[in-house]
């Protein structure tokens, strides 16, 4: 047997209701007491940072530097001005708060802080950081992209107008803490993408071709905590409970696809959100199924029918699993994530279609297809894509 | 009191390495070749900036191959080339996992996916290079082989499909 799997995730998780209290503890652990926190100001706006605060009521240490003002995907430029911040108030650990850009953000300060650097440049790629980093403790907002569990960090150069890459165990934090009261704010058509996200994730990971008994365990478990929760919190948002299985089903997810990557649907996001600017976490809802079927129809192992079918229990549940027959399972699993995504339409208006974003024009999809394909991703789907074949599903998502 | 141990040579595995170390050149030659012949590889390393250098590399002391990007093609540049100088490496770990993808026991897709490799540099970059090195594996190899190291044996004409092989394999050979 010739199979090997490669499975890491060192991250600590602290979780539950006022989880966030256990941070000057864990804070002591590592050996820090001076962090640095980053955050935006969606999550200020929100009165999240308010509860980060309280945390350390008792506590002793000084709550600051706080910059709170990390832009929408993120910056080159800001993470080097918050480099020297870091230096300058000899800090000696960092606490991100926030949502992707602003987890991705603080990976970028981590790097440059560590490696007693300037710029970031120098360390994009994979294999550019040889050492750990200083301790770092993400606390999401959204239960959705996993960054505080994955091993990669997007930055976005504005200047030369590109988005950098950043690869490797190191970036990985020491702590993510999961508390029900980060996400409750989180407004409807925000909890849906990022859900979606979350949701193909798992999916993903579950079917493509880095599959492993260890990620499949996880992403398992995330795809039935998000069928059961995602719809009913979108409804109620205050639902505290719920909130906590999302954001407890959007790290495993990212646990499963951080140790087995993803496919054909993050190769189109990716290259959707860069040339449309169409958010994420809405590009991957709208392609998951379209991917699902075009994978699908192409493969001729079976292997991805196997996969998908089994997807149907943690999905709708073991009666409906156990009275479809083999052959319709898949099928049916299709079928259960359009029904969500038109639930979620009807609750939240997140469009269902790359047209009815707004932001993709059809003369725009042979650009997409092209850019796409040179998208790491691209190798972990399991059908081979070519250009006509991307343009294909992209056309059938418009 | 003394406590009895000992050490040991660790050895090497001989004839893998030598296996490896043979189809490391021919398919640095052949990477060549494919640069000088074939439009879609043409077309992929259209972007590489001018003195970009690719190395695949057998961890931890090789063997390896490198090719550089020059004048809209790719130059090999053999087995010793120095890994600091080259922009993409991409490292098999172990002699074990390169005799795998190099008997085409297992794919290269499959291989990445597997981890069996690690990639240093840009990942954009390294991907198309592997597209390149499918190519090139459909070029030199028999269709059964091929299917086995490739996700899908691709569909080509009958001039690219046979003369382009002859023309590869002689390109290999010769180094022309």
Excluded at chain 1, 25 to 52: C, N, R, W
Excluded at chain 1, 80 to 92: G, I, K, P, T
Excluded at chain 2, 113 to 128: F, I
Excluded at chain 2, 149 to 169: C, M, Q, S
Aim: glycine share 6%; aromatic share 10%.
């Amino acid at each position: 047997m010739k199979e090997y799997y490669e499975f890491f995730c060192p991250v600590k998780m602290v979780v539950g209701h006022k989880a966030l209290d256990h941070i000057p503890y864990e804070l002591d652990s590592l050996g820090a007491k001076h962090p640095m926190f980053i955050t935006d100001q969606g999550v200020v706006s929100a009165g999240l940072l308010k509860h980060v605060e309280n945390a350390f009521k008792n506590s002793g240490m000084i709550i600051g530097p706080v910059f709170d003002e990390v832009p929408a995907d993120s910056s080159l430029t800001v993470v080097n001005q918050l480099a020297s911040l870091y230096q300058d108030q000899s800090c000696d650990s960092i606490i991100a708060i926030g949502g992707g850009s602003v987890i991705d953000t603080a990976k970028g300060v981590n790097i440059v802080v560590s490696e007693q650097a300037t710029d970031l440049m120098k360390f994009t790629g994979a294999g550019a950081l040889k050492k750990p980093l200083k301790p770092f403790i993400v606390i999401p907002t959204t239960a959705g992209t996993g960054s505080e569990v994955t091993l990669v960090a997007v930055i976005a150069d504005h200047e030369k107008d590109q988005k950098m890459l950043f690869t490797s165990y190191f970036l990985l934090p020491n702590l993510a803490v999961l508390d029900s009261r980060m996400t409750l704010t989180l407004p409807p058509h925000l909890t849906a993408a990022t859900g979606m996200d979350a949701l193909t994730h798992a999916v993903e990971a579950y079917s493509c071709l880095g599959k492993n008994p260890l990620s499949d365990a996880y992403a398992f478990q995330a795809i039935g905590l998000i069928s059961q929760h995602l719809i009913p919190v979108t409804k109620n948002p205050q639902d505290k409970e719920r909130r906590l299985q999302m954001a407890q089903a959007s790290t495993m997810a990212g646990i499963a696809f951080s140790n087995s990557m993803v496919g054909l649907v993050h190769t189109l996001g990716h290259t959707i959100g860069a040339i449309c600017h169409v958010p994420h976490g809405m590009a991957m809802s709208i392609l998951l199924p379209f991917v699902l079927e075009y994978n699908l129809k192409n493969d001729p192992s079976g292997d991805y029918q196997q996969n998908i079918s089994q997807l149907l229990l943690p999905l709708l549940g073991d009666e409906v699993y156990a009275s479809t027959k083999h052959e319709y399972r898949a099928d049916k699993v299709i079928t259960y994530i359009k029904r969500m995504k038109e639930q979620l339409y009807q609750l939240t208006k997140m469009p269902r279609t790359l047209k009815e974003t707004g932001k993709v024009e059809e003369a725009q999809l042979e650009e997409i297809a092209q850019a796409s394909l040179g998208d790491a991703s691209i190798t972990y789907n399991p059908v081979e894509v070519e250009f006509k074949e991307a343009l294909a599903v992209l056309k059938s998502a418009y | 009191m003394k406590i009895r141990y000992y050490q040991k040579k660790p050895g090497s595995k001989v004839f893998k390495t030598q296996y490896v170390k043979i189809m490391c050149f021919f398919v640095g030659r052949a990477l060549a070749a494919v640069s000088k012949v074939d439009q879609e590889v043409k077309e992929e390393i259209a972007t590489l900036p001018e003195g970009f250098t690719f190395m695949l590399k057998i961890l931890p002391y090789g063997p390896s191959l490198a090719v550089t990007y020059q004048q809209k093609r790719l130059r090999y540049e053999g087995g010793n080339y120095p890994e600091e100088q080259a922009d993409v490496v991409i490292m098999i770990k172990n002699i074990e996992a390169a005799f795998l993808l190099f008997t085409f026991q297992e794919g290269t897709a499959l291989a990445f996916c597997r981890d069996r490799m690690a990639v240093k540099g840009d990942l954009t970059t390294a991907m198309a290079i592997v597209r390149c090195l499918n190519i090139v594996e459909t070029y030199l190899l028999p269709k059964f082989l091929a299917k086995k190291a490739l996700k899908r044996y691709p569909e080509w004409n009958f001039f690219r499909k046979h003369l382009g092989r002859i023309v590869i394999y002689f390109r290999t050979l010769t180094g022309i």
